[in-house]
């Protein structure tokens, strides 16, 4: 079947702006993480829904990183007030259920100018 | 939280050779350990994964050694390939759900 898929692709915005990321799970997947991963880094947790909600939110860096999955499978990663340092690769998995493997998504490059 | 310390960052082998990777971890409550390849530009995959009721894995060229006393894991690739030349991550997962990654090893197999 198809793997998690993430859109867009690329996104490049100035700073200041709001950039919505969007996710889509292999279906059937009820948990789902998002990454961010920074050039030469390893991923870095960010926030796991089991469901609906948000059953760990505690790597967001700050208040301008939030996230939903209002229906229990796709999922939008939003950054307010977009900063440099925000610039990243934003990498979404889905697993079966918590702690089964999980697959990863082809990442969205964000770029803030 | 958890803390996942990998080595080395870079590792060149000749083709036919084989490649070690170690990782250690810092949550002796961590179950779960898997290695994810990943090409530039591309998503991370999963190559294999172990549980700590298991000390060693293994799938055709890969194996993984885990020791949950030492708190540390390697991942063994034998008869390595071109193809292999990627940057491999370890992870560490367990009641926190989420993984927490190593800061990669770039392997490059020379033909």
């Known amino acids: 079947g198809a793997g998690v898929s993430q859109t867009p692709s690329n996104k490049v915005t100035e700073k200041g702006k709001y950039v919505e990321l969007r996710c889509d799970p292999i279906?059937?997947?009820?948990?789902l993480y998002w990454y961010r991963q920074s050039l030469g880094q390893g991923p870095e947790f960010l926030i796991y829904?089991?469901?609906?909600?948000?059953?760990?939110d505690s790597g967001l860096p700050n208040d301008r990183f939030f996230a939903v999955r209002p229906e229990g499978s796709v999922s939008t990663l939003k950054i307010q007030r977009t900063e440099r340092g925000d610039s990243a690769v934003y990498l979404c998995?889905?697993?079966?259920?918590?702690?089964?493997?999980?697959?990863f998504g082809p990442g969205t490059r964000l770029l803030v100018l | 939280g958890e803390n996942v310390e990998q080595h080395p960052s870079t590792l060149s082998v000749q083709e036919g050779d084989s490649a070690v990777i170690k990782c250690t971890y810092s949550?002796?409550?961590?179950?779960?350990f898997p290695w994810y390849k990943q090409e530039l530009g591309k998503r991370p995959q999963l190559i294999i994964d172990?549980?700590?009721?298991?000390g060693e894995k293994k799938d055709q060229r890969i194996a993984v050694t885990l020791n949950k006393t030492a708190k540390h894991f390697s991942l063994h690739i034998t008869e390595t390939q071109p193809e292999d030349s990627a940057v491999y991550f370890c992870?560490?997962?367990?009641?926190?759900?989420?993984?927490?990654f190593g800061s990669g090893t770039q392997l490059t197999v020379l033909p």
């Open positions: 998995a889905s697993s079966l259920s918590s702690r089964e493997t999980q697959y």
């Open positions: 279906s059937g997947h009820t948990a």
């Open positions: 992870a560490a997962g367990g009641s926190a759900r989420q993984l927490t």
């Open positions: 829904f089991q469901g609906t909600g948000a059953a760990d």
């Open positions: 949550d002796s409550a961590s179950n779960y």
């Open positions: 172990i549980r700590s009721n298991v």
